[in-house]
């Protein structure tokens, strides 16, 4: 059964380092880099696209090569943001390679270009241009999308040629050893099972009286030593030493065990142990000799899985709060059209307002710069993405810490903050991200609390009514829009006829952006409040400059609306949840009968 197993192992490596080295040189010939065909991108194509996961091969270096007459651009990126980016738009998909022939590509029809160049994009993470371009990558690494274009907007991919190279060392020279190594594996197995079936025509010794062979041959000896060892006169069965029949060294070899003469059991146990380390030496060699080519590009199948990217790499929120200080601080000194570029959602609402304002009131606003930012945020498959970043501001007189929410609606598109509100430091939470500066998102526990804490404010601002186990809203920065309110309903000076109704924000959904925290989670939200006031005919009312500034009507009536917004932030711990706002901000007013 020894001997039957070496066989089959000798012939199974044999045959499979064959195999691997006839492959080998089928798939790669005998150069030291193989090339595929060159193809022309197809015409009306914005982009060519590769996806380096597709290339079917490991343990190498695989290089794209595009030469134009024009200016090229080529970017590396993450598959979520170039999906994204070139939705729509069309472009030449490489979607398979076949070394060495050729590289298969296909036509996506769709647009002529996308919404913004692709040299202008920030979220490439390598890039070159020129009339030829070329990224070289590792086939082991993390795989990411190569993406060629015109470097200039008027420019095409007309007439480019595509080469895919990959490095295949020395191949040749492997292959070569591998069919030596399969040749020796293939003579040994033939040994081998060759002197197995000459064995099976060698008679086997007979058993005597239950004994083994050995015992046979034993008795034998004996006979043989005792008939050398009788002199003249010796009577036969007789022996000078003993009457047991049995030579001196027979005697000794029995005292120290019984072991066998050369022949016996001894010489048989002794092939066996040799034929045993033989057999774990093929076994050792043809695992050396196949662990030869894990260094040697090797063909394997590839595993297509959905990319994911996290909303910012480690580092880059301050960067970008610094560039976005800088253009809110020159969008707040031209036209309030210009914040469209750096705020959205209900930032940008309160933005315009606040410019109004400072227009009526002939002031100036100014964005504030930060000394040191925290930011995180989860994992994406897909567009949007958003993060959220904790800042300090860099002037001493302010010593409340800005929390923002950023957001980006699509890879075509900026960075834009989408909420931001001054909070004290404490109130800051801790965001804990992982190796790739990744935060989890916050569990359902906190959604739910927060829910409750914005249905709170909704009661506190309304009515100046509280719920009974919920934050302290006065203290939390909600008590100046219920003095306002009861300003304007004063008993003396005020309006008989006022009413406030107040509702959650829902232009976009604030509590679907949450985060985890140490100990729970921390989330943005807004409330929405409408003050009517009925002004009676014989009253002449000042309605301040402020609520000049936002009027969205001309007409005269009898009937005033303003409309405010509360933001707020919402951190939760365990059970207990908090909140945090820097106060009311009016938005709009509104004249009617």
Not at 455 to 476: I, M, N, Q, R
Not at 502 to 529: I, K, N
Request: glycine content about 10%; hydrophobic content about 40%.
């Amino acid at each position: 059964m020894i001997r039957l197993a070496m066989g089959i192992v000798c012939a199974l490596c044999g045959l499979g380092l064959a195999g691997l080295s006839f492959s080998a040189l089928s798939v790669v010939g005998t150069e030291k880099e193989t090339t595929t065909k060159a193809f022309s991108a197809g015409d009306g194509a914005y982009a060519l696209v590769l996806d380096e996961a597709i290339v079917p091969f490991e343990h190498t270096e695989a290089t794209l090569t595009v030469t134009s007459d024009q200016e090229l651009f080529l970017g590396a990126a993450n598959g979520v943001d170039v999906d994204d980016y070139l939705t729509g738009v069309a472009h030449e998909e490489i979607t398979d390679v076949d070394f060495p022939k050729t590289a298969h590509h296909r036509l996506i029809a769709g647009e002529p270009q996308p919404e913004a160049p692709a040299p202008e994009r920030d979220w490439w993470t390598a890039e070159d241009t020129g009339t030829t371009v070329s990224r070289s990558f590792d086939l082991d690494a993390e795989p990411q999308v190569i993406v060629v274009t015109p470097a200039e907007p008027a420019g095409t991919l007309e007439g480019a040629q595509v080469t895919l190279s990959m490095k295949v060392g020395e191949v040749l020279g492997m292959a070569l050893l591998g069919f030596a190594g399969a040749a020796a594996f293939l003579g040994l197995a033939a040994f081998v099972f060759l002197r197995m079936w000459v064995s099976r025509f060698r008679p086997r010794p007979k058993r005597v009286n239950g004994a083994g062979p050995s015992g046979v041959l034993r008795r034998r000896r004996a006979e043989s030593a005792g008939a050398a060892r009788r002199g003249p006169g010796s009577e036969a069965g007789t022996d000078s030493g003993n009457g047991d029949g049995l030579g001196d060294s027979t005697r000794r070899s029995r005292r120290r065990g019984g072991a066998a003469p050369a022949g016996g059991v001894s010489t048989l146990r002794g092939r066996s142990r040799r034929s045993v380390r033989a057999l774990a030496g093929l076994s050792a060699g043809a695992l050396v000799l196949s662990g030869c080519g894990t260094d040697f590009p090797q063909p394997t199948r590839p595993e297509l899985t959905p990319y994911e990217r996290p909303a910012l790499e480690p580092g880059q929120a301050g960067p970008f709060l610094a560039s976005y200080s800088e253009r809110l601080d020159e969008a707040l000194r031209g036209e309030p059209e210009a914040l469209e570029a750096v705020q959205t959602g209900p930032l940008l609402e309160r933005t315009r307002a606040e410019m109004l304002m400072a227009e009526h009131s002939d002031s100036t606003l100014g964005a504030a710069s930060y000394a040191d930012v925290r930011a995180g945020g989860p994992m994406f498959e897909s567009y949007p993405l958003w993060f959220m970043a904790f800042a300090t501001p860099r002037d001493e007189d302010i010593d409340d810490a800005e929390a923002m929410l950023v957001t980006r609606d699509s890879a075509a598109g900026e960075w834009t903050v989408a909420q931001s509100v001054f909070v004290p430091q404490e109130s800051v939470p801790t965001v804990l991200a992982d190796e790739r500066g990744a935060v989890e998102e916050a569990p359902p526990e906190h959604e739910e609390a927060a829910a409750r804490v914005v249905d709170g404010a909704v009661s506190y601002l309304t009515d100046g009514k509280a719920p009974e186990g919920g934050p302290d809203y006065a203290a939390a920065g909600f008590k100046d829009f219920r003095d306002y309110v009861g300003g304007l309903g004063a008993e003396d000076t005020g309006f008989e006829d006022l009413e406030v109704e107040c509702s959650p924000y829902d232009g976009m959904p604030l509590s679907d952006y949450a985060l985890a925290t140490e100990g729970g989670g921390v989330s943005f939200a807004e409330v929405r409040c409408q003050i009517t006031v009925n002004v009676p005919e014989d009253y002449f009312v000042d309605l301040g400059d402020e609520i000049e500034a936002v009027m969205t009507t001309d007409d005269e009536g009898s009937t005033i609306r303003i409309d405010i917004s509360q933001p707020m932030l919402v951190t939760t711990e365990g059970a207990s949840a908090e909140v945090a706002s820097p106060g009311w901000y009016m938005l709009a007013s509104a004249t009617s009968d």
